[in-house]
């Protein structure tokens, strides 16, 4: 009987060490977790930047007269016309 008594307590021994080191990966990873999506949010605010650069950079080789980026100037300056016209109408309708 006291065999088994033993038994069973070395088995919660190994049980609660093996929550304890399962609790300190847990801690880890959400450390991890947490520092990866801080890291995925700065790229994320990197990226439009550097988007937003290039569109940038798109326009004013149109304004020097790059045909390729002139026809995106086109379509950008026809893109903001058309969303003037709704914005006119919405308040027309209104």
């Known amino acids: 009987m006291t065999g088994k008594i033993d038994k069973l307590k070395l088995k919660l021994d190994q049980l609660f060490k093996k929550i304890s080191s399962l609790e300190n990966e847990n801690k880890r990873l959400l450390k991890k977790t947490s520092t990866l999506s801080q890291l995925n949010i700065d790229l994320?605010?990197?990226?439009?930047?550097?988007?937003?650069?290039?569109?940038n950079l798109k326009l004013k080789s149109a304004f020097e007269g790059d045909e390729k980026?002139?026809?995106f100037l086109k379509n950008k300056i026809d893109y903001m016309i058309k969303e003037i016209d709704d914005c006119i109408n919405d308040i027309s309708t209104s």
């Open 69 to 71: 980026d002139k026809q």
């Open 44 to 55: 994320d605010i990197k990226t439009k930047e550097v988007e937003d650069h290039k569109k």
